[in-house]
């Protein structure tokens, strides 16, 4: 029975087998096979069997769906073949054992932007979040002190008054 083996960027890990012929994919439990990981979308594809070839189609997902590290909406998938689901890496593995039909993309521009190294460091956009978010507490520590500082010049003011 085919079935797809993925891998989140936390390294966390499962397997799902097919065993219908048309199965969404996504990150919520009203989906054939979920991923629940947040660069998922919640109706990210679909696993289509025509009789003879498993297809992916990528729904419109917000963060997409890649093979070979480009951007697809609709590939068909062979032993071995391995592709991407957001940022999960996903490998499908057919009926039958045979040779991968996935080879690394070959390189033909000799030089030029394309092989500019990339510094992933200061890369934007999708992937995790640089900087996580306060939890809102410095405006009221702030509201806090202006508190304190006023009730310190009430005292001072009432202890003048009365001397």
Not at 2 to 10: F, L, M, N, R, S
Not at 107 to 112: C, D, F, L, W
Not at 114 to 129: A, C, L, W, Y
Not at 141 to 148: D, F, N, P, Q, Y
Request: charge should be negative; include cysteine.
């Amino acid at each position: 029975m085919a079935k797809i083996q993925y891998t989140t960027p936390e390294g966390t890990s499962g397997e799902i087998e097919l065993t219908a012929e048309r199965m969404p994919l996504g990150r919520t439990d009203d989906n054939s096979i979920v991923i629940a990981h947040d660069s998922v979308s919640s109706h990210h594809g679909e696993l289509v069997f025509d009789g003879s070839t498993w297809t992916f189609t990528d729904l419109g997902s917000t963060n997409g769906s890649k093979v070979s590290g480009q951007p697809a909406e609709r590939f068909e998938l062979g032993h071995g073949s391995l592709f991407t689901v957001g940022h999960v890496d996903c490998t499908f593995i057919g009926d039958y054992e045979e040779a991968p039909t996935y080879s690394a993309p070959t390189r033909t521009m000799a030089s030029g932007y394309g092989d500019t190294p990339i510094n992933r460091s200061r890369r934007v956009g999708f992937g995790p979040k640089g900087k996580a978010k306060g939890n809102g507490a410095g405006p009221l520590i702030g509201l806090g002190v202006l508190a304190l500082l006023v009730c310190a010049y009430a005292v001072f003011s009432f202890s003048q008054m009365t001397a």
